[in-house]
């Protein structure tokens, strides 16, 4: 027990710290909402390592203090529309769509950026930012396979050892 | 990588292939752009016009040569600021902070038939190297 609490920490102090570098890199401008997700590669390992309910205090606890560090109420009820969602689709496609991690992240990514385009449209009350989607879509895609890919490696070198502990 | 995650990734690019194709269509040179806050319209401009727009004390847009973008912003992301400048319908700026958009529209003749484009043009945006792109895109339209 004592252990999983302090993997699960470590979790989410590696998500907290993916999400502030991923805010150092400006990379995409074109569209707001464009990023890289790299702190999803947090919350997929400990989906696939611990379970579903433990990836979720993961993302809440990233959320949060995210939030809290660098953003305000606004971002964090952003945040978690596209979080909560995509946690809830990526566990949906491990237990029931039979895809590898690629497939689940891909799935994550793309439905983050449904969730949050979705929250943008009702708070600026305009639907014609729908027209950024499939930018999103794309996007969601690209940065998907990549968290997939950075997932497959590090499950394929850290497997091992985490079930010794 | 299985298969079904090739399915999903085929289907994903389907489904934004045809938000392109979608938005494509529907997509023309704009004259006007709509600023609004909050969902509320603050003001509607000609992109024939060069101006600048203070809205509110949180941001200022800049319109000229037919294009509008957001020139300034009081938030910490700037994502709107960096955006790239927008002419085309539909086409839109999103500071979500400040909960503006600056979206541009087709103008009074929006929603009516695009003009007809006489033969002369027609003949030559079919000649390579002749004609303006945009008369042969209205075209297309039809």
């Not at chain 1, 809290?68 to 945040?79: P, R």
């Not at chain 1, 968290?147 to 590090?154: A, F, K, N, V």
């Not at chain 2, 997509?27 to 809205?55: C, F, H, K, R």
Request: with cysteine; aromatic share 8%.
């Amino acid at each position: 027990m004592g252990k999983k609490v302090a993997l699960l920490g470590m979790c989410s102090a590696g998500a907290i710290l993916l999400g502030y570098v991923e805010s150092l890199i400006p990379v995409f401008f074109f569209v707001p909402g464009m990023k890289l997700g790299l702190a999803n590669l947090a919350v997929v390992l400990t989906l696939y390592f611990f379970s579903p309910r433990d990836a979720l205090i993961v993302q809440l606890v990233r959320i949060v203090v995210v939030g809290f560090l660098f953003g305000n109420l606004f971002s964090i009820a952003f945040s978690l529309a596209g979080g909560l969602l995509s946690l809830g689709f990526m566990c949906l496609a491990k237990r029931y769509g039979g895809f590898t991690v690629y497939g689940v992240s891909v799935a994550g990514g793309v439905t983050h950026n449904i969730g949050q385009i979705c929250v943008a449209a009702v708070l600026v009350e305009n639907v014609r930012i729908i027209y950024y989607l499939p930018f999103l879509l794309l996007s969601g895609l690209v940065t998907g396979l990549l968290i997939g890919l950075l997932s497959h490696e590090m499950m394929k070198r850290l497997g091992g050892y985490l079930k010794t502990m | 990588m299985n298969r079904r995650d090739a399915a999903l990734v085929v289907l994903v690019l389907i489904a934004a292939l045809a938000g392109f194709a979608l938005m494509l269509t529907q997509t023309g040179q704009g004259a006007q752009v709509e600023i609004a806050v909050n969902g509320e319209v603050y003001g509607i401009y000609d992109l024939d016009t060069d101006q600048t727009i203070e809205i509110g004390e949180k941001n200022i847009c800049r319109i000229e040569n037919g294009a509008a973008w957001m020139e300034w912003a009081d938030c910490p992301d700037q994502l709107c600021v960096h955006h790239s400048k927008i002419s085309r319908n539909n086409e839109t700026v999103v500071c979500l902070p400040n909960r503006v958009t600056l979206t541009i529209l087709g103008g009074e003749d929006e929603g009516q038939p695009d003009t007809i484009v006489s033969d002369a043009s027609l003949e030559n945006s079919f000649l390579p190297g002749y004609g303006e792109t945009t008369s042969f895109l209205s075209t297309a339209n039809k």
